[in-house]
């Protein structure tokens, strides 16, 4: 059981009681260039504060928009609103004018701290009544030099563990993007459960990765999982897994989060002997196959953990750590966090056998204002949208997203098992399938593939893939329709666009 004191403020308790226990003088932020102390991001996030209340009139409750890279000032902004008793809305970087419009109408900021080089498309945006302050530029009302004259000394808004800290916005590929809540305290739970239990970090590690902070995996891995152990965070503006995995060997990362794809790449580069410092790579955001477990495994010595997570629900509620890991299963509910599968009424389906992830814990959705609420919390559980089987031991294995599975002459396919299956073939760079309209079958599985260089993409390719298929998972599942692309849709969490694929299916 997690036992939060009724007022709670999590800036205090990842920063300044970090602060007390440990001193001000360790390793907090490094960036390829620089490195922040704890006591330093104490004092940047102090000022932040400062500008925000005694400059911009900023109260508590009042949303502040973010929106700039992964970087120390970054944090210090993220902090600062929390500091204040404010909502920090922290939004991906990539978004453009009419995107930001969107969050702006439904999140209702009142402030914007802006990354200088990311001002453009903000300052284009209708965005009214929203008070817009750069940070990290060079005049002197750029919140850099705003906060150079304040002292950084604030003292935190006693806010109620249940006040709510931040609003982190679902990515949207369909429909509107919806926007959840979370409490302070549910950003202190995160770390208490599958920080704490799956990757038991110490002061002395050093966390890296590639997720946006707007994106709550990073914000999790990046941030909050670090402070909370007094440990450190490389922060890495962008960076392809060529270069993460260099940085990771340059700065001797311990605590390693990015997706299946990034730790593909970094195998396919030969540069697994640059993760030599690490001791728990998270992999999270798609699902993780078996087969790359292995060869990553084999390659490093070094035991995937798999999770799955939501922004609904924050951070990862399933998971394994590292003696417990089945390569291919995501893993079990993590400490704290209770999952079941279940059929569309509701009732628990026999192990063995797909059905709804539901899931209940310290964390859970929250819509702001938005009707589909009703959807996802369902008698108390959270309903992922994900389609899971549980077997005996209580270990969960992914299927598809509910809406990813193919139902073809009467077979129900789920798409990710077919991905697994072809990227297993040595041709097979990135692939991912959908349903494609078929007049006879109703739907048939079509795979999308990037071809490693220099295999020709014809049909004798197309004829060696689905063999391979065929003699990897049951023949029936094995992609009828294959289209070679250079390319697969991603959105900007990285996740396979799947709203794109299924509309380039159906095209
Ligand atoms: O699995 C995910 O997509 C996810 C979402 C939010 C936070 C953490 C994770 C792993």
Redesign the pocket.
Known sequence: ELAYPDRLNCATALLDDTVERLGPDRRCLLTPTEQWTYGELQRRSGQVAQVLTEDLGLVPGNRVLLRGPNNPWLVACWLGVLKAGAVAVTTMPLLRAHELETVHEIGAPVIALCDHRFHDDLAAAETPGLTILTYGGAGSDDLTALCGAKTGVFTAVDTAADDVALIAFTSGTTGRPKATMHFHRDVLANADTFSRHILEPEPEDLFAGTPPLA???GL?GLVVFPLRAGAASLLLEQATPQQLAEQVAEHGVTVLFTAPTAYRAILAAGLADRLSAVRRCVS??ESLPAALWEAFHEATGLRLVD?????EL???FISAADGDIRPGATGRPVPGYRAAVLDEQGSPVPDGQPGLLAVKGPTGCRYLDDERQAGYVRDGWNVTGDTYIRDRDGYFWYQARSDDMIVSSGHNIAGPEVEQALIGHPDVLDCAVAGAPDERRGMIVKAYVVLRDGVPAGPGTVKELQDFVKRTIAPYKYPRAVEFVPALPRNSSGKIHRAELRRWARA
Not at 307 to 311: D, E, F, H
């Open positions: 994106f709550t995996f999790g999270a955001g999770g799955i997570g939501a922004t924050l951070h990862i």
